[in-house]
């Protein structure tokens, strides 16, 4: 318990310093090492800005390529190329913008970076604006000729196939040129929301029944949540979301802002409705969510038996929410240091083979990971795709069970990121998000089953008795159960359960 206890050091440093209040760590007392190192990006914030000035002479010669692409097969690659070219610039740019900007969302400096870079993006399409049309405007039959034609068109194949799977829903140059510009408006909410409850938002300061006094921003919150003493979860899910509360006018006007920009690409692209807009792009028909969403309704009754147990076992009449995320055995109540979850992870993934463990130690060694929360930083978890460098993970590791598994998955996030820019072409290298979250949930999965392992092992050494907490606490997290079943499958749009 020592070695997990000792993690507590780095977590409540300025408690020290301020008299037993447990203030929220500055990210300059973050240690290096638990900071992602984006000199992998940029040297400096000078080098990107030299950068964001050629990426931004770059933008009006695209223009060059407008009324080209009908011509010949190699007319149509060299604008397809052009264009692909400056997002794989764009996306370094804007990733390392992000990034800086995650870190501690309350410095304007790198917001203005990212905005600035967001503000490329928008230029950058609504300078190519005219390509779909004219790639639409061509038809299939002559699109095949050229590919046979030139061969340097056959990796923008896949591509090319969407762009015409789109026709129903595309516009005309000057149509899509608007529609595009108009990203910087229906981004709005979303900004607005991230900039709010990261870096505005006055969280409140709840005293604990050990005495201690917390400051409950996010990272806070998930860590006091699964707090072993039942009252100190009221406490804290009442005053968390109390907070929340106050402010409901405020992020409620945020949601409908969201909402709108929906509907609005809904119109303006003749989609039948937001649901449909939202699955085109991954070419997933409606049916498979609504399937999805009834399939998790018809098997409510298992989830409602984990509940009951959960109750019976934590000694409960009746569960609150609250509960969910408590210990099941308070002996499994184990804190990780980041060191204890990579060792745990690195071993659950063996089964993937040696060079996969390798190059997921690799991005542990090498700092592709941010690890420890900070006031101000970003708030959950993320796993983003730099194709040609690396990817990179935001981590806001709080030394619970829960933040093992969140390491797990958003490893698997980022070895599928690094094994598709090994083996694809950039225009291919991203992935939908029904696809993406199958190796995320399998490094899920090995890890808990390598619990399960180790406890039975320990059992039969131990002569029949289980000692190891580790599996125990896993089992005993109602986090995954949240999250997965409930919140994303809850409907934002329309009325009874139907998006529109």
Same mark, same amino acid.
């Given at each position: 318990?020592?070695?997990?206890?000792?993690?507590?050091?780095?977590?409540?440093?300025?408690?020290?310093?301020?008299?037993?209040?447990?203030?929220?760590?500055?990210?300059?007392?973050?240690?290096?090492?638990?900071?992602?190192?984006?000199? #992998?990006? &940029?040297?400096?914030?000078?080098?990107?800005?030299?950068?964001?000035? =050629?990426?931004? +002479? *770059?933008?009006? @010669?695209? /223009?060059?390529?407008?009324?080209?692409?009908?011509?010949?097969?190699?007319?149509?690659?060299?604008?397809?190329?052009?264009?692909?070219?400056?997002?794989?610039?764009?996306?370094?740019?804007?990733?390392?913008?992000?990034?800086?900007?995650?870190?501690?969302?309350?410095?304007?400096?790198?917001?203005?970076?990212?905005?600035?870079?967001?503000?490329?993006?928008?230029?950058?399409?609504?300078?190519?604006?005219?390509?779909?049309?004219?790639?639409?405007?061509?038809?299939?039959?002559?699109? #095949?000729? &050229?590919?046979?034609?030139?061969?340097?068109?056959?990796?923008?194949? =896949?591509?090319? +196939? *969407?762009?015409? @799977?789109? /026709?129903?829903?595309?516009?005309?140059?000057?149509?899509?040129?608007?529609?595009?510009?108009?990203?910087?408006?229906?981004?709005?909410?979303?900004?607005?929301?991230?900039?709010?409850?990261?870096?505005?938002?006055?969280?409140?300061?709840?005293?604990?029944?050990?005495?201690?006094?917390?400051?409950?921003?996010?990272?806070?919150?998930?860590?006091?949540?699964?707090?072993?003493?039942?009252?100190?979860?009221?406490?804290?899910?009442?005053?968390?979301?109390?907070?929340?509360?106050?402010?409901?006018?405020?992020?409620?006007?945020?949601?409908?802002?969201?909402?709108?920009?929906?509907?609005?690409?809904?119109?303006?692209?003749?989609?039948?409705?937001?649901?449909?807009?939202?699955?085109?792009?991954?070419?997933?028909?409606?049916?498979?969510?609504?399937?999805?969403?009834?399939?998790?309704?018809?098997?409510?009754?298992?989830?409602?038996?984990?509940?009951?147990?959960?109750?019976?076992?934590?000694?409960?009449?009746?569960?609150?929410?609250?509960?969910?995320?408590?210990?099941?055995?308070?002996?499994?109540?184990?804190?990780?240091?980041?060191?204890?979850?990579?060792?745990?992870?690195?071993?659950?993934?063996?089964?993937?083979?040696?060079?996969?463990?390798?190059?997921?130690?690799?991005?542990?060694?090498?700092?592709?990971?941010?690890?420890?929360?900070?006031?101000?930083?970003?708030?959950?978890?993320?796993?983003?795709?730099?194709?040609?460098?690396?990817?990179?993970?935001?981590?806001?590791?709080?030394?619970?069970?829960?933040?093992?598994?969140?390491?797990?998955?958003?490893?698997?996030?980022?070895?599928?990121?690094?094994?598709?820019?090994?083996?694809?072409?950039?225009?291919?290298?991203?992935?939908?998000?029904?696809?993406?979250?199958?190796?995320?949930?399998?490094?899920?999965?090995?890890?808990?089953?390598?619990?399960?392992?180790?406890?039975?092992?320990?059992?039969?050494?131990?002569?029949?008795?289980?000692?190891?907490?580790?599996?125990?606490?896993?089992?005993?997290?109602?986090?995954?159960?949240?999250?997965?079943?409930?919140?994303?499958?809850?409907?934002?749009?329309?009325?009874?359960?139907?998006?529109?």
């Amino acid at each position: 318990m020592k070695e997990y206890r000792s993690f507590f050091c780095l977590m409540l440093l300025s408690a020290a310093l301020c008299g037993g209040r447990a203030a929220a760590v500055e990210r300059a007392e973050v240690p290096e090492k638990y900071k992602w190192n984006t000199a #992998d990006l &940029y040297p400096d914030d000078a080098a990107w800005e030299k950068d964001k000035e =050629a990426i931004s +002479a *770059r933008i009006p @010669r695209l /223009a060059s390529y407008q009324g080209k692409p009908g011509l010949s097969g190699r007319d149509l690659f060299a604008a397809i190329d052009a264009k692909m070219s400056l997002l794989q610039a764009l996306n370094r740019l804007q990733v390392y913008a992000s990034m800086c900007s995650d870190g501690d969302t309350r410095v304007s400096r790198t917001w203005q970076m990212s905005q600035a870079a967001t503000d490329l993006g928008t230029k950058t399409a609504s300078a190519t604006a005219y390509l779909e049309p004219e790639v639409i405007a061509l038809g299939k039959e002559k699109i #095949d000729a &050229y590919i046979a034609a030139e061969p340097r068109l056959v990796p923008y194949t =896949a591509w090319l +196939a *969407r762009v015409l @799977r789109y /026709a129903p829903h595309t516009l005309g140059a000057a149509e899509e040129q608007v529609a595009a510009q108009a990203g910087l408006l229906t981004g709005a909410a979303d900004n607005v929301y991230s900039a709010f409850t990261n870096s505005d938002m006055p969280y409140p300061y709840v005293r604990l029944s050990g005495g201690k006094e917390v400051r409950l921003d996010a990272q806070a919150y998930t860590l006091y949540r699964a707090s072993s003493n039942r009252s100190d979860r009221k406490k804290v899910f009442r005053a968390f979301w109390a907070e929340y509360k106050r402010f409901e006018t405020t992020l409620g006007t945020t949601l409908n802002s969201l909402v709108n920009a929906h509907i609005f690409n809904k119109n303006v692209h003749k989609f039948d409705s937001c649901l449909e807009a939202a699955l085109f792009q991954a070419n997933v028909p409606a049916a498979v969510y609504r399937r999805l969403i009834a399939d998790v309704n018809e098997n409510l009754p298992t989830l409602h038996r984990y509940i009951k147990l959960r109750a019976r076992i934590l000694g409960l009449k009746r569960i609150g929410y609250e509960d969910l995320y408590s210990p099941l055995v308070k002996e499994a109540d184990l804190v990780y240091t980041p060191e204890k979850a990579r060792e745990l992870v690195l071993k659950a993934v063996a089964p993937l083979g040696a060079q996969y463990a390798a190059d997921l130690k690799k991005s542990y060694d090498e700092r592709w990971v941010d690890f420890m929360p900070s006031t101000g930083k970003q708030s959950g978890a993320y796993s983003t795709a730099v194709y040609g460098v690396h990817p990179y993970q935001l981590q806001n590791f709080t030394g619970s069970y829960e933040e093992v598994s969140t390491l797990a998955h958003e490893s698997g996030h980022s070895m599928h990121s690094l094994l598709s820019s090994r083996n694809q072409p950039y225009v291919t290298s991203d992935y939908e998000i029904f696809v993406a979250e199958v190796a995320s949930t399998l490094n899920e999965d090995l890890l808990l089953r390598y619990l399960l392992a180790q406890a039975r092992d320990k059992a039969v050494a131990d002569g029949g008795r289980v000692g190891a907490a580790d599996p125990c606490q896993a089992l005993g997290c109602g986090a995954g159960v949240d999250s997965g079943l409930w919140r994303r499958g809850r409907p934002v749009h329309g009325q009874a359960g139907r998006l529109s």
